[in-house]
């Protein structure tokens, strides 16, 4: 991976992992409350993480030059619908 020593693309890599995982489980918390501010903060913080995974996603596309996570073993990041609930995305 050009740009990244393979230290810093693993590192990235379990950023990316990592944040999968936070988005899948604040969706999963935000459809399981019936409190409409509660689900609001928690949708709230869902995003927040997947903008983290976005910026993460960036990283490596920008250190490898292409469009994509190429090299990365990530192929799509995390939906933008519905939650999942299944505990990854």
């Known amino acids: 991976m050009s740009g ?3 230290r810093e693309a693993s590192r990235i890599e379990e950023g990316l ?20 501010e509660c ?3 928690l949708g709230d913080v869902q995003a927040m993480h ?3 995974y976005d910026v993460l996603r960036r990283q490596v596309s920008d250190a490898v030059g292409f469009g994509s ?3 990365t073993g990530v192929t799509q990041g995390p939906s933008t619908g519905g939650q999942s609930t299944s505990g990854r995305p």
Request: hydrophobic share 40%; charged share 20%; proline share 3%.
């Open 4 to 6: 990244l020593t393979t």
């Open 17 to 36: 992992h990592l944040e999968q995982t936070l988005v899948a489980k604040f969706g999963a918390l935000a459809s399981q409350v019936t409190d409409p």
């Open 39 to 41: 689900r609001r903060v």
């Open 50 to 52: 997947r903008r983290h």
């Open 69 to 71: 996570a190429a090299g």
